[in-house]
């Protein structure tokens, strides 16, 4: 069965604290992506990446950075935490095709104080 | 612009009754539509994916509809049950673009009640 993880599913920080969230996938997939869901605003794309130690902006890149050293692994970091990033964020990976069926971690909800 | 629009925001329906969601795209130029359906704490899990030469197709008591002239598709659920509560969210992906080009809708939050 095809797996995302995600390494937190609940997660509580303090502002200006640098937060590291971590997506697994085990299906060898080349587009890894992280995504923020509000109410309202459905999911908006963060950043993503195409290859190893390749990474694009997506729509909000600011305030994020990200980081995919391997092939399984796609990290999202908030250098500095701030109460407006207080959000569902939901990694998902793809294989690099057309059609490009996405399969969703189960979300990391992360509440900034 | 590129977007997907996706009608209603909610909606409340009795268990065992039918439904039909809608998405309007307009995106160009347009590869597939799919749609997903996320229950609640949940990532979305792919339904279906229509593409430019297909009409209707069906998984289950979901039945997904794409008309290109007018650049809608619908998700039709027949005899509603409580496990469809969830939000049901459109996506359409942009061929030629990166594969970042994913151009998503708002959802639509269903509700089932006995």
């Known amino acids: 069965d095809v797996k995302v993880t995600q390494s937190s599913r609940y997660l509580v920080k303090r502002t200006g604290e640098k937060v590291f969230l971590e997506c697994v996938q085990d299906?060898?997939?080349?587009?890894m992506f992280w995504y923020r869901q509000d109410p309202g605003l459905g999911l908006r794309l963060i950043y993503f990446?195409?290859?190893?130690?390749?990474?694009e902006k997506g729509d909000i890149p600011e305030g994020y950075s990200v980081s995919r050293e391997k092939k399984e692994r796609f990290s999202l970091i908030l250098e500095s935490a701030s109460t407006n990033q207080t959000s569902m964020y939901l990694c998902?990976?793809?294989?690099?095709?057309?059609?490009?069926?996405?399969?969703f971690g189960p979300g990391t909800r992360l509440t900034v104080l | 612009k590129n977007q997907v629009e996706q009608s209603p925001q909610s909606l409340i329906i009795l268990e065992g009754k039918n439904c039909t969601l809608q998405?309007?795209?307009?995106?160009?130029?347009?590869?597939?539509l799919r749609w997903y359906k996320q229950d609640t704490g949940r990532g979305p899990v792919s339904l279906t994916i229509?593409?430019?030469?297909?009409n209707t197709k069906s998984n289950g008591r979901y039945t997904a509809t794409l008309d290109a002239d007018t650049k809608q598709s619908s998700l039709h659920i027949t005899a509603s049950q409580l496990s469809d509560s969830a939000s049901y969210i459109c996506?359409?992906?942009?061929?030629?673009?990166?594969?970042?080009?994913?151009?998503f809708g708002k959802g639509t939050k269903l509700s089932v009640k006995p």
């Open positions: 998902a990976s793809g294989r690099l095709a057309g059609r490009l069926k996405q399969f």
């Open positions: 299906m060898d997939h080349e587009n």
């Open positions: 990446s195409y290859d190893v130690k390749m990474k």
């Open positions: 998405c309007n795209y307009t995106v160009s130029p347009f590869s597939n």
């Open positions: 229509m593409t430019f030469s297909e």
């Open positions: 996506v359409s992906f942009i061929y030629g673009g990166s594969q970042g080009n994913l151009i």
